[in-house]
T-cell receptor
């Protein structure tokens, strides 16, 4: 079967750095997405990786290793507004998104 | 960026009634739209793929007669929850992929509809 694993919850301090990991096993691979979702709102796009390596976008970076079925989202200079759930999703060979359960990130002052 | 709207943003209905949720792509055409359901503290669960001009494709375990999907035009898809029951109370989100642009296959999400069935 297909599955995406990511930690359920993480806690970090304002101003610090946090890394959210995601491992996946899917039938085929057409890219990995990270989305941010605040409570009661729809997800918003953060990043897309289809090739191995690191993609940097401001305070957020995303890394992919296809051979290991592994990705991480790195958040730097954490702000209180970064408190949200972070969803990892993989697009399989049928171009369908397989979603992880999300990681709830709690930022403390 | 692309915008997808949903209407209504929240609805409360009585058990046994039907509720229609609209999903519109505002500045691009979407031949495909996705309907998700999300229960509290859980991830998105794909319910069905809505295809303009043809029948929707439902995920395993989703009752097609209960969740009616109509993709009437390139900018509008509707989800009707028929004979709603309290267990149908959830957050319903639609999305549309935009295959052009820098990020292929990126999905643009609507703001979601909170359905509460009493």
């Amino acid at each position: 079967g297909q599955n995406i694993d990511q930690p359920t919850e993480m806690t970090a301090t304002e101003g610090a750095i946090v890394q959210i990991n995601c491992t996946y096993q899917t039938s085929g691979f057409n890219g990995l997405f990270w989305y941010q979702q605040h409570a009661g709102e729809a997800p918003t796009f953060l990043s897309y990786n289809v090739l191995d390596g690191l993609e940097e976008k401001g305070r957020f970076s995303s890394f992919l290793s296809r051979s290991k079925g592994y990705s991480y989202l790195l958040l730097k200079e954490l702000q209180m507004k970064d408190s949200a759930s972070y969803l990892c999703a993989v697009m399989d060979s049928n171009y369908q998104l397989i979603w992880g359960a999300g990681t709830k990130l709690i930022i403390k002052p | 960026g692309a915008v997808v709207s949903q209407h209504p943003s929240w609805v409360i209905c009585k058990s046994g009634t039907s509720v229609k949720i609209e999903c519109r792509s505002l500045d691009f055409q979407a031949t495909t739209m996705f309907w998700y359901r999300q229960f509290p503290k859980q991830s998105l669960m794909l319910m069905a793929t809505s295809n303009e001009g043809s029948k929707a494709t439902y995920e395993q375990g989703v009752e097609k007669d209960k969740f009616l999907i109509n993709h009437a035009s390139l900018t509008l898809s509707t989800l009707t929850v028929t004979s709603a029951h309290p267990e149908d109370s959830s957050f319903y989100i639609c999305s549309a992929p935009k295959t052009s642009g820098r990020e292929p296959y990126e999905q643009y999400f609507g703001p979601g509809t909170r359905l509460t069935v009493t």
